[in-house]
Nanobody, 115 residues
Framework: QVQIVESGGGLVQPGGSLRLSCVTS????????MAWYRQAPGKQRELTAI???????NYAVSVRGRFTISRERANGTMWLQMNSLKPEDTAIYYC?????????WGQGTQVTVSS
């Protein structure tokens, strides 16, 4: 069984902050959290932040300077620190983890930015 669990979403005011967590586990092989994606209603899922195989981190232009991705690969945990949140950040945020060439998705956590 592969388990991907996101948490930390909620309702925040514009300018506020949230910290999302992704905890991964597997009973058959090791999986590694690789990226955060988000999907707003009526829109396609988009990459938010990702670790590359060589280590460098890439961010979507829309979140660069406001969001920070981090992880502890040994225990399969990844975080997304989100600061200076804007209404356009409202979306379901998904954790993506991988094992070799295969990828796995969590169920997502809702982030709503509204006054």
């Amino acid at each position: 069984q592969v388990q991907i669990v996101e948490s930390g979403g909620g309702l925040v005011q514009p300018g506020g902050s949230l910290r999302l967590s992704c905890v991964t586990s597997s009973s058959i092989f090791d999986v590694y959290p690789m990226a955060w994606y988000r999907q707003a209603p009526g829109k396609q899922r988009e990459l938010t932040a990702i670790f590359t195989d060589d280590g460098p981190i890439n961010y979507a232009v829309s979140v660069r300077g406001r969001f920070t991705i981090s992880r502890e690969r040994a225990n399969g945990t990844m975080w997304l620190q989100m600061n200076s949140l804007k209404p356009e950040d409202t979306a379901i945020y998904y954790c993506y983890a991988s094992h070799g060439a295969y990828g796995y998705w969590g169920q997502g956590t809702q982030v709503t930015v509204s006054s």
